[in-house]
T-cell receptor, first 117, second 112 residues
């Protein structure tokens, strides 16, 4: 089966500009995650969707970050305006709802590397 | 609250040598534990997981990990390192709220 797709793979912008990332999860996966991974750190969950609803966005900087998953399939993450500290890799992951509810393996995309100058 | 500590941000081994990457966790409930690998410019890939049952877990690419409750550890090992094993390795525990709690990662270098 096809994996999680993300685009673009790389993006360089100047601070105060806007940027958007796209993610297409594995077909049939109801849960979609966006993570921010700063160099030298583990991934930080930004937002989790269940179908087209938000399950958890407690760590999303809502003054500048937004995300949507309108049809419950693909998703976009936007930053407006970007700051220098937003330089990171943005990872998208998806998981199915089959199996034990306490564990659903997350499958990750290749990520988008964002550099803010 | 759950947490994960990976001892050693950088580990370097010779090709053919034993790989040992250390992970300690804290959890108030029986933990679900994971090791993920991240190759350069790629996303995270699940290496292995412990949920219940056998404490020695075998994963892909010859890796295995042993859950030791008394030591709150889940160290990752591989008997013989290969050049292709060079990557970043992350240990994670499933939190009470079903979110993954990640360690900071260990960068593995394999020298010829």
């Amino acid at each position: 089966e096809a994996g999680v797709a993300q685009s673009p793979r790389y993006k360089i912008i100047e601070k105060r500009q806007s940027v958007a990332f796209w993610c297409n999860p594995i077909s049939g996966h109801a849960t979609l995650y966006w993570y921010q991974q700063i160099l030298g750190q583990g991934p930080k969950l930004l937002i989790q969707f269940q179908n087209n609803g938000v399950v958890d966005d407690s760590q999303l900087p809502k003054d500048r970050f937004s995300a949507e998953r309108l049809k419950g399939v693909d998703s976009t993450l936007k930053i407006q305006p970007a700051k220098l500290e937003d330089s990171a890799v943005y990872l998208c992951a998806s998981s199915s709802q089959r199996g034990a509810p306490s564990y659903n393996e997350q499958f990750f995309g290749p990520g988008t590397r964002l550099t803010v100058l | 609250a759950q947490s994960v500590t990976q001892l050693g941000s950088h580990v370097s081994v010779s090709e053919g040598a034993l790989v040992l990457l250390r992970c300690n966790y804290s959890s108030s409930v029986p933990p679900y534990l994971f090791w993920y690998v991240q190759y350069p410019n790629q996303g995270l890939q699940l290496l292995l997981k412990y949920t219940t049952g056998a404490t020695l877990v075998k994963g892909i690419n010859g890796f295995e990990a042993e859950f030791k409750k008394s030591e709150t550890s889940f160290h990752l090992t591989k008997p013989s390192a290969h050049m292709s094993d060079a990557a970043e390795y992350f240990c994670a525990v499933l939190g009470n709220n079903r979110k993954l709690i990640w360690g900071l990662g260990t960068s593995l270098a394999v020298n010829p």
